[in-house]
């Protein structure tokens, strides 16, 4: 190749040396004159345009971006990353500022939670406690002293009217009767030959044979012998009588709930202390169930009215009982109302003094409105409601309170239906404060209450 004068190719591997300068070598090694301007010096050619593709823009050649541009790409995320955690503070930061503006444009006002009082069901349950009883339940004692000669009924068996039940072995009771037997018919033949002398003497007394004091004698002696004869029969009588106390009959058809007693069983007359009963025995079909109902409830326990009884042994079991009698006083000490409700048991799944819950199913008035119990508040001068205006202001209502429900009070009177209550309402405010109501619960209630039906309309659809 011609190379003008002053230069002499030199080939490394970084380029081309001039005059001991190393020159970057360009992808076309040759010179031309081309090159060489209008004051003679020889400009290098201009490097060739390169295809995008082949720089690597598509990934397929080299895969990586120009300096400058990965530069700009990563300033372009960096800050839109500072903007993004500045939107995320800033935001917030507005809400808290909005909020504490609606605050100050609020004032001094107090936020508040109101509801609607309620209107009670035309009809209240009442469970109390109660202890069912056989409708008969006595004990069975010993009328005469001596041992258990045998039994034949225990504990769960089903007895008739009259029917054995034990024997007692009573020896001297026995060794009486027959002693008695002899002393009647003894005196029952003095009694006979008594007899037959008056007769003789009142033949003789018409003969005037014998005197009208011999003939009174003679009476006296058959009136005497008459009376010890009666009195014989009545002592035999007596003792036959507890001979017959020896056999332990049934009184009545029931069902036998306890027996302390075994062959051989010492067992003593009567009922003292320290004397166990032989057996007791209960009537189960129709039970009595007793109730202690406070004494506020008094006046709504009326005789005639319907009750339920259920027992928690008794899952899904309901007996339907009705009120035959109450004490008509009230205990002093415990201030409650015995009151008994009879209810069948046919099935006999109530047993005797078994705990049961009684269901008293009472009249309410018309008048009667329910609120929360943490909306009244108790001062020395009466019982007071804060109820909230159409103003927003503060309003006391005093009023009289009725039964306390537990999570509701009840309101006789002092209350409108359609007053909203202040529910825990604070000790600082007085009657005319402004007021924010923050939350309404009786809308909140009815939202709920039709959601909860219209799922139960297409439930049952």
């Given at each position: ?17 001039q005059g001991g300068q190393e020159t970057p070598q360009y992808p076309d090694k040759r010179w031309s004159r081309a090159h ?21 823009f598509t990934g397929k050649s080299c895969g990586k971006l120009p300096k400058g541009r990965g530069i700009y790409r990563f ?136 005197s009208q004091q011999a003939l009174d004698e003679k009476q006296a002696m058959y009136d005497a012998a008459l009376a010890r ?233």
């Open positions: 190749m011609n190379m003008p004068e002053g230069f002499e190719p030199v080939e490394n591997g970084s380029g081309l040396v060489q301007g209008a004051d003679g010096v020889i400009e290098p050619p201009s490097a060739p345009e390169v295809a995008p593709e082949e720089v690597g300033a372009v995320l960096f800050g839109g990353a500072l903007l993004a955690l500045f939107l995320i503070g800033l935001i917030p930061r507005l809400f808290n500022k909005i909020a504490l503006h609606r605050a100050m444009l609020a004032g001094e006002k107090i936020a508040v939670s109101v509801t609607l009082p309620e209107k009670p069901k035309p009809l209240t349950d009442l469970l109390l406690p109660g202890t069912a009883r056989g409708y008969y339940e006595t004990p069975i004692w010993a009328r005469v002293n001596g041992y258990i000669k045998n039994w034949w009924v225990d504990i769960g068996e089903r007895v008739k009217e009259g029917q054995l039940m034990a024997e007692i072995d009573a020896p001297d009771i026995d060794k009486s009767v027959e002693a008695y037997e002899g002393a009647l018919h003894s005196a029952e033949a003095n009694l006979v030959i008594a007899r037959i002398t008056l007769d003789r003497w009142k033949g003789l007394i018409l003969t005037r044979a014998v004869v009666n009195a014989a029969r009545g002592q035999l009588q007596h003792y036959e009588q507890l001979k017959s106390f020896e056999k332990i009959l049934a009184p009545f058809t029931g069902i036998v709930t306890a027996r302390n007693i075994d062959v051989g069983t010492l067992v003593s007359l009567g009922s003292e202390k320290g004397v166990h009963e032989l057996y007791r025995v209960a009537v189960n079909d129709l039970m009595r169930v007793y109730v202690a109902v406070p004494q506020n409830y008094v006046p709504q326990i009326q005789v005639g009215s319907w009750a339920d009884v259920t027992a928690s042994e008794l899952p899904g079991v309901v007996y339907h009982g009705i009120v035959v009698r109450t004490a008509q006083a009230v205990d002093p000490l415990s201030r409650t109302l015995l009151t008994e409700v009879d209810v069948g048991n046919p099935d006999g799944r109530i047993v005797v003094n078994m705990y049961v819950d009684v269901i008293f199913h009472l009249p309410t008035a018309s008048t009667l409105l329910l609120v929360p119990v943490n909306s009244v508040v108790y001062r020395s001068d009466g019982n007071f409601l804060l109820v909230v205006d159409k103003d927003s202001k503060v309003r006391f209502r005093k009023v009289e309170l009725g039964h306390d429900l537990g999570n509701q009070m009840e309101i006789t009177a002092g209350l409108r239906p359609d007053e909203r209550v202040i529910l825990n309402p604070p000790d600082s405010l007085e009657d005319g404060d402004p007021v924010v109501v923050a939350a309404d619960l009786s809308k909140a209630a009815d939202e709920k209450s039709k959601k909860k039906g219209g799922h139960e309309d297409r439930g049952a659809r």
